[in-house]
């Protein structure tokens, strides 16, 4: 079993905790920290790192419907089957122009996401020989109402910043036009 990037794992003792106690074969790193804390962990023998170098910025998870207000859903509470069979996706526009994904997936609850992808090519220059994988999340989960970038083209561009083609750094800020990696650079 591996933990996913929802674990938030910080540290070298965390790693040797979720080898031992529960048997994990690997783990995400956090997003959170700077290049200089991920260099100081130390992972346990026989055990995976991997880093999410591409993925939506979940801000916050609700059991409220955020629906009702922006896109005039009709219910005047939850129901019961909402949350098994609602789908919907918008964006809202805060005071300072700001728009900010509001997403709700069949089985699960609605969340926002920020303006922002998380988009760190640098983790891959600076940290290859820690990590055994690095992740890119595809899904349109965080999008809303935003125009969907070409997968085949993101992942090409992936592809050659893996095999060290200098170009595909540039031609991915291209494409991620609103992007950041500001926690890998201050870290917490």
Do not use: W
Request: aromatic share 10%.
């Amino acid at each position: 079993m591996d933990c996913g990037p929802f674990l938030n794992t910080t540290n070298s003792y965390a790693l040797m905790t979720l080898q031992e106690q529960l048997n994990c074969a690997g783990a995400f790193i956090s997003n959170e920290i700077n290049r200089n804390q991920i260099r100081n962990i130390a992972r346990p023998k026989n055990f995976k790192l991997l880093y999410s170098i591409y993925h939506p910025i979940l801000m916050m998870t609700s059991r409220q419907c955020f629906f009702q207000q922006t896109v005039g859903c009709n219910k005047p509470s939850i129901e019961d089957g909402c949350m098994l069979k609602c789908e919907k996706a918008t964006t809202i526009t805060n005071v300072k122009g700001i728009s900010f994904a509001v997403d709700k997936q069949k089985g699960g609850y609605p969340s926002i996401y920020n303006h922002e992808q998380f988009l760190n090519i640098e983790a891959v220059e600076d940290l290859s020989h820690l990590f055994d994988e690095f992740f890119i999340d595809l899904t349109n989960i965080g999008s809303g109402s935003k125009a969907e970038i070409d997968k085949v083209q993101l992942v090409n561009h992936f592809e050659n910043v893996l095999k060290g083609v200098n170009e595909a750094k540039v031609q991915l800020n291209q494409l991620v036009t609103v992007s950041t990696n500001a926690q890998y650079q201050q870290g917490l």
